[in-house]
């Protein structure tokens, strides 16, 4: 039997991968289907907080980590208040993830969600040519081409958004939250 959590009490969902993986797509899918079961939702992407509270750093490891850190900080915050902060950073490296996780579970619950979308994939979907930049050397330190990233080691969610659309892994994912207690199944549907 699942232990049931307070289903009114706040968490993360924390969006990982490579660029043009998926992850804000499928994390907007699931806004619009937690909104729509009147959950408090707040979505930070990764390019948006970095406009908005990054724009001064770089893309050197340790400009990543404030970045990341920034970001984890207002999601506790979130989380700490009875919302739910959907965060879609790249977040590249295990020590990151790891310190804004330990941040988060002082408040409520952190949901690691690794859309591990192949690499070939995700240059093919690159609209703005960031991909071949980086693989002309225009763009340093490229999370995939010239700078690593470290996949999760145990991710409580893996999607692979070559295989289904945004709208069917944010269905995985809310029927996750479901099934481990997050969400209760009464109310509207997901249709």
């Not at 039997?1 to 969006?15: A, I, P, R």
């Not at 490891?61 to 700490?80: C, L, M, P, Q």
């Amino acid at each position: 039997m699942v232990e049931k959590k307070d289903n009114q009490k706040g968490f993360t969902l924390w969006f990982t991968g490579l660029p043009c993986s998926g992850k804000s797509a499928v994390a907007d899918r699931v806004a619009e289907i937690l909104r729509g079961r009147g959950r408090r939702v707040e979505r930070l992407d990764g390019d948006i907080v970095r406009q908005n509270l990054s724009s001064e750093l770089g893309f050197s490891r340790k400009d990543r980590f404030i970045n990341v850190n920034r970001i984890g900080y207002v999601a506790s915050e979130i989380t700490k208040n009875r919302g739910i902060a959907l965060c879609a950073p790249i977040a590249p490296y295990t020590e990151m993830r790891r310190s804004v996780r330990a941040n988060i579970e002082q408040y409520g619950s952190f949901i690691e969600i690794y859309v591990a979308t192949p690499l070939e994939v995700c240059e093919q979907r690159d609209r703005k040519g960031l991909y071949a930049k980086a693989r002309k050397g225009i763009i340093p330190e490229f999370t995939g081409i010239s700078d690593p990233y470290e996949e999760p080691e145990n991710p409580e969610i893996r999607i692979n958004t070559a295989d289904m659309t945004p709208m069917q892994a944010a269905q995985d994912i809310y029927l996750y939250l479901v099934r481990e207690g997050y969400l209760s199944h009464d109310g509207p549907g997901i249709a």
